[in-house]
């Protein structure tokens, strides 16, 4: 299965730099990209230049957007993938299972898509793309998580002793096991709520 923006409804992020955006053109330029890694194109082989051919752009008009193709590529992935959650703010288990839902919809995803696995694989092999991904993706998603666990410190949900980076680490590796480590694993409903509550029955404070 392969994933095209077409029909998603799909608001690439505002920019913050450069002219205002137009919605018709950045959206031909990322499905251009798409179209490209639609039909095989390895990311070493796609270029500003050949991006800029297949959306019908010139080069400048995809540089006054992004200042190279690593930030580009972050978009289209980022437009290939669920959304962003929306925290419920109830309580640190509500937050953490909203959290969890969305990785586990993520993996949900990737897997689905032959697009996202192979683009994710070969993300890795390139630093640059890499540290892209990491420093505007997986780095806010990990400082949120860490957001959580302290206002559930905070709160006395969790316990005042307890390392919130370790913690972190032991709620999302179960997820990010079954969703990238055991291309199988059992990824169904209510895999997040299991996964928090398990982790929660020890690590709440003794009364």
Do not use: C
Not at 54 to 81: H, P
Request: hydrophobic share 40%; glycine share 10%.
């Amino acid at each position: 299965m392969t994933v095209s923006l077409a029909g998603r409804g799909i608001t690439p992020q505002q920019p913050v730099r450069g002219r205002p955006r137009s919605e018709a053109v950045e959206r031909a330029i990322i499905e251009g990209t798409m179209k490209l890694l639609e039909d095989g194109v390895p990311l070493a082989e796609i270029s500003v230049e050949r991006i800029a051919r297949t959306a019908g752009v010139g080069k400048a008009t995809i540089y006054r957007r992004w200042s190279g193709k690593e930030e580009l590529f972050v978009d289209v992935l980022r437009s290939a993938e669920p959304d962003d959650v929306e925290l419920p703010g109830t309580s640190m288990r509500d937050d953490l299972i909203a959290l969890l839902e969305s990785l586990r919809r993520r993996g949900l995803a990737n897997r689905s898509s032959a697009i996202l696995h192979n683009v994710h694989a070969q993300m890795k092999s390139s630093p640059k793309i890499w540290a892209a991904y990491h420093n505007s993706v997986i780095a806010p998603r990990r400082s949120l998580g860490l957001e959580v666990l302290r206002r559930g410190q905070e709160n006395g949900e969790l316990r005042a002793d307890l390392d919130l980076e370790l913690v972190n680490d032991i709620v999302v590796g179960p997820m990010l096991v079954r969703a990238v480590l055991r291309p199988g694993g059992e990824l169904g409903e209510g895999l997040a709520e299991r996964i928090v509550d398990t982790l929660l029955a020890g690590l709440r404070p003794v009364n």
